[in-house]
DNA sequence: ACCTGAACACCGTTCAAGT
DNA sequence: ACCTGAACACCGTTCAAGT
């Protein structure tokens, strides 16, 4: 029996191909722009009919985590010596995010015990291990690594959204806006933020970002 | 003229109380439970009152953000000496950010540019440049030590959240569901995470947190 | 100036039914 | 086994009206 609706291009349902669509979605118009209904219909299909897949909203939610965290392929790599090895590590951590910075609110909710992110605190406690840290200073360091990884994205897509609200096409246009912002506030003094505001401002780049990893990882080994 | 209405004992709308309403419902049932006509029950008035105060409903979360961080008086402290005043100020930001769980994902979309944020940044670079570091090491000092507070709240509170679905009441029954899901894994091999696990856990402490921030303070000074 | 009421265009999710 | 259709109990927000 020939029935083209089940063979159409658009292929049948399954958990992945529904996360393909969530995470376009995201990408596209936002973590507010997924909805089931929209959901659904990007993917040809009744808002029901995805929940033949996932049990409910945040389940699909904690998928996309997953998702992204295994896309990055943040370990996936053999560079040389363990130190830039781990700093390698985060900066591939930090790309991954920030190509889905959608999804990042969702960090700071509950999932992130998923089995990629397992695969990955793995790897990378075995790094430390492997360099002859002590179990408090590859705990702890995992902790440092980590928390300013998550914090300094969260900042950094924080800060280019403004730009962008702000109608800031470039670095400068931006810079000026904030100076203006500090000098006309209501105690119209921020004189440590206006004088510091072309070095705060670099914390944009991913060189500066990598330069923060390296301060962690050398505040590692105590030298001797 | 006599109006028992105007004169109840819940008195009149103003963005302050709006928002303190915001924020007691944050606290008591989530970010989600916050909707404006669950707000508007609370403050004994018509949704639309509301929006005579906030634009929208980003305008209030907005604002939630802020009154979190003023609540905090992470600066509002005379510890002696540079080093401790540092570390006192990101134990209170992280104190202050978890007493209010419900507002972080917030702080990864947009705002964190307001008045009172803006405050406590000019405080902290005051003591940054106060102790002799130079510009660049009091830019990426403040980077780090911020990202890091960031970070290391979100992945106490996530922590947290899984600990409490977990129905893990005690540390001990918490690490020992952790190390099952370890070692039932697909991959069946997470050795350094097993190992690593009684450690790892501590990272939802005060103490550790400080000795996190501690470390970081520690390596903007080179040793001299 | 400040609040109300009704309406609009959406949500996530349940349930019973189709093939 | 997998998907549909209709319905339920909600959303944020606009608009015109009341006092």
Redesign the interface.
């Known amino acids: 029996m020939y029935t083209p609706y089940t063979m159409s291009t658009r292929g049948r349902l399954s958990r992945e191909r529904i996360l393909e669509d969530a995470l376009r979605i995201v990408d596209s118009e936002g973590l507010q722009g997924l909805t089931i209904r929209r959901l659904a219909q990007e993917l040809d299909v009744t808002p029901m009919a995805v929940y033949r897949h996932f049990k409910n909203k945040t389940d699909i939610l904690d998928g996309l985590i997953e998702l992204v965290i295994a896309e990055g392929q943040a370990t996936e790599h053999d560079t040389e010596g363990w130190q830039a090895w781990i700093e390698v590590t985060f900066l591939r951590m930090r790309a991954s995010l920030l190509q889905h910075p959608g999804v990042?609110?969702?960090?700071?909710?509950?999932?992130?015990?998923g089995?990629q992110s397992?695969?990955i605190?793995?790897r990378l406690?075995?790094k430390l291990?492997g360099a002859g840290l002590g179990?408090?200073a590859?705990?702890?360091g995992?902790?440092?690594l980590?928390?300013?990884?998550?914090?300094?994205v969260?900042?950094e897509?924080?800060a280019r959204?403004?730009q962008q609200?702000a109608e800031a096409g470039t670095q400068q246009e931006w810079q000026r806006q904030l100076r203006q912002?500090?000098e006309s506030?209501?105690?119209a003094e921020?004189?440590?933020?206006v004088?510091?505001a072309p070095?705060?401002s670099?914390?944009v780049e991913e060189a500066?970002f990598g330069?923060?990893v390296r301060?962690?990882i050398?505040?590692l080994t105590p030298e001797a």
């Open positions: 990042l609110p969702l960090l700071g909710s509950s999932a992130s015990y089995l397992l695969r605190t793995e406690l075995g291990r179990a408090d590859v705990a702890r995992l902790h440092l980590v928390s300013y990884t998550l914090g300094a969260a900042i897509v924080a959204e403004q609200s912002r500090f506030a209501d105690i921020f004189p440590n933020l004088a510091l070095k705060l670099r914390f500066e330069l923060g301060q962690i050398r505040s």
